[in-house]
């Protein structure tokens, strides 16, 4: 579930428009809250779309990287 701040920025179609978006004051807030309440359904996701190949390729590219 949402956290407060997140629900006052979820859009919301309103005659055809999106609303309550972030200002630019408060963006980089809502992406950090936002990337923070989806990362770890995503890296599963990940996981089970690629049957688990995606951990290894994280591991050969550190192994490039280093």
């Not at 980089?28 to 989806?38: H, L, P, R």
């Not at 890296?43 to 192994?63: A, I, P, Q």
């Amino acid at each position: 579930m949402a956290s407060p701040t997140q629900r006052q920025y979820i859009s919301i179609l309103e005659d055809g428009f999106l609303a309550d978006l972030p200002g630019k004051e408060s963006k980089a807030k809502y992406v950090q809250e936002t990337f923070n309440s989806i990362a770890k359904n995503y890296d599963l996701m990940n996981t089970l779309m690629t049957f688990g190949l995606d951990k290894s390729w994280r591991r050969r590219r550190l192994n490039v990287l280093n």
